[in-house]
């Protein structure tokens, strides 16, 4: 190393020149590697889950929907009388194509009966007071994941889903059966909705 001012000789450790005492610069230093810093720890990312609750019994709600479908096979009846007595009067008038065609409409009893009393028994009722006619019979009531009871919206969704399936063959039965081996003992119209049958013994 040498001084800027006199040229003399230095050591790299002198602050000044030994010959004319002129101020030297500092020495180079080697670069400084700094470690990387780590990440800071993320959140944890939120997980599904199931509620815990009190969930109603396959047989429980058997019963239940048994009852239900009581109801809507007395309305069921009612159509039908109704529907049968237009077919024998427009038979006598028309004839028998248009008594046919009446006829046909009876294959419809069923999702309009279950909509005429699910308005009623599965929306209105469910959403008021959290269960239809016979799931108060056998105590449960039907709730959301966060234990509330459903909005008259989503407890319409909810039968609209059922009905659909009512629809499709062998579906109705597997909507019924599915609580068996549900962890949650949900049918595939609660799943539609995220809903829960549970206990109520109030």
């Not at 194509?97 to 009623?120: E, H, K, Q, R, S």
């Not at 599965?122 to 269960?131: H, P």
Request: aromatic residues 8%; contains cysteine; hydrophobic residues 50%.
């Amino acid at each position: 190393m040498f001084c800027t001012k006199c040229g003399a000789a230095t050591s790299e450790t002198s602050a000044f020149c030994p010959s004319c005492g002129a101020p030297l610069p500092p020495p180079d230093l080697p670069p400084k590697f700094f470690e990387a810093a780590e990440p800071p720890p993320q959140a944890p990312m939120p997980m599904a889950y199931a509620p815990v609750m009190d969930y109603a019994a396959w047989g429980t709600r058997a019963i239940g929907y048994i009852i239900d479908s009581l109801l809507v096979a007395g309305v069921m009846i009612a159509l039908y009388l109704v529907a049968g007595g237009m077919a024998a009067a427009l038979s006598g008038i028309v004839g028998d194509d248009a008594a046919a065609g009446t006829c046909c409409m009876l294959f419809l009893l069923f999702p309009i009966a279950t909509i005429l009393v699910g308005l009623y028994n599965r929306v209105y009722l469910v959403s008021q007071r959290g269960y239809s006619i016979g799931q108060g019979v056998v105590k449960v009531k039907v709730v959301d994941a966060s234990g509330r009871l459903l909005s008259q919206g989503t407890a319409l969704v909810r039968l609209v889903a059922q009905v659909a399936m009512g629809l499709v063959p062998v579906l109705p039965v597997l909507d019924l059966l599915w609580p068996l081996w549900d962890p949650q003992r949900q049918t595939l119209h609660d799943k539609a909705v995220n809903c829960y049958v549970i206990n109520n013994p109030q």
